[in-house]
């Protein structure tokens, strides 16, 4: 691991790492840059996350949000409520929807409303169609502002 505190050259690393299997190293590396707070810290975030959820690490992933929260990062609402209710914890996702929304998210809106529909009872399974590995694209994209 490197001191680099250049966040692209810390990327690099942390995506290299995990290309050869080295979670662990991988992992400090991600934790590293959300420290950094750099302009790759939602990024790296969102990566350390999809690490430690393939690792079925969901309780770590959800402090790693609850975290950002924490620290002002008012779009990890987003991601956690996801994150929620991709575990079936669906009152407590809907609170941070709400949450979201109430703030202006148009993601949180349209997904409340979702859930209030008849279909919504489908949608509970949220991120079964959605994109990658299982997650609604739009919800998920670390590139997506709130105004989406």
């Not at 959300?34 to 790296?44: H, I, N, Q, T």
């Not at 148009?106 to 008849?118: E, F, I």
């Not at 994109?131 to 590139?143: E, F, K």
């Amino acid at each position: 691991m490197t001191g680099d505190a250049d966040p692209f050259a810390r990327s690099r690393q942390a995506a290299l790492l995990e290309e050869q299997g080295r979670y662990d190293d991988a992992e400090a590396v991600w934790r590293q840059a959300v420290a950094a707070g750099d302009g790759l810290a939602r990024f790296a975030r969102y990566r350390l996350v999809a690490l430690l959820e393939q690792a079925d690490r969901l309780a770590d992933a959800e402090q790693v949000w609850r975290d950002a929260l924490a620290d002002g990062d008012t779009f990890a609402r987003v991601y956690l409520a996801v994150l929620l209710e991709r575990q079936g914890r669906r009152a407590e996702a809907e609170q941070q929807w709400r949450a979201a929304a109430a703030a202006g998210d148009r993601r949180a809106q349209a997904r409340l409303a979702a859930m209030a529909s008849p279909e919504g009872v489908a949608l509970g399974r949220f991120g079964e169609s959605g994109h990658g590995s299982g997650r609604a694209h739009l919800l998920t994209d670390p590139r997506a502002t709130s105004s989406a």
